[in-house]
């Protein structure tokens, strides 16, 4: 029967009331839950530029801040073609990783120290990260997910273009030769696209 308004009569039978009530209530959680997905979908890293690492200090940093740049993740042996490249256009980022027996061992600022003191780098050190497995960090991850590759050893190279694209990778005992080679063609390509907008 309808009440006047066209709403129903109140009932007076409680089962249909709790019912009723429940009914609503999933309703709703249904429909919150539906809207939040939709609302707060993670955003799938478009490049390498789109995550953000801790440096060895512990700060964030954003990687787009190297954006427009080659890239290559690694360590000491890359020094002298950060040196020879400058960082206009090129740029070594090392994320040193102790999953490999004791080849990295101490805090990140240790790791970051003894490479600076015994080696001479200039080049960024960011925290130490694992690459492998469920805490495999997130801009490494996509470095292996793009090449399709796990380090088997520390020391690997990871080449990634202005774009934040993985274009090669070097495993530790392959030659810096054609690292120079790659990385150079690169740099020669950003600085004529940058004298062709001019």
Avoid at 58 to 65: D, F, N, S, Y
Avoid at 120 to 129: D, L, Q, Y
Wanted: charged share 25%; proline share 5%.
């Amino acid at each position: 029967m309808e009440a006047l308004g066209g709403y129903p009569a109140k009932s007076s039978n409680p089962k249909a009331k709790k019912l009723t009530v429940l009914l609503s209530m999933t309703v709703g959680v249904g429909c919150l839950f539906l809207l939040q997905t939709q609302l707060v979908k993670p955003r799938k890293p478009q490049d390498f530029y789109s995550f953000e690492v801790k440096d060895a200090k512990g700060r964030t940093v954003p990687l787009g801040k190297y954006r427009g740049k080659v890239l290559s993740s690694e360590g000491t042996s890359l020094q002298e073609l950060h040196r020879e490249l400058g960082t206009s256009h090129f740029n070594v980022l090392a994320f040193p990783c102790g999953q490999f027996g004791d080849t990295e061992t101490g805090t990140s600022r240790d790791i970051e120290a003894f490479a600076k003191s015994t080696y001479g780098v200039t080049f960024p050190f960011f925290s130490r990260i694992k690459i492998m497995g469920s805490e495999a960090d997130p801009a490494f991850r996509f470095l292996t997910d793009s090449v399709q590759k796990l380090p088997k050893w520390n020391f690997w190279k990871f080449l990634v273009n202005p774009e934040g694209k993985v274009v090669r990778f070097w495993r530790t005992d392959e030659s810096m030769e054609s690292v120079r080679q790659e990385v150079a063609t690169l740099v020669r390509e950003i600085i004529l696209k940058k004298r062709q907008e001019l």
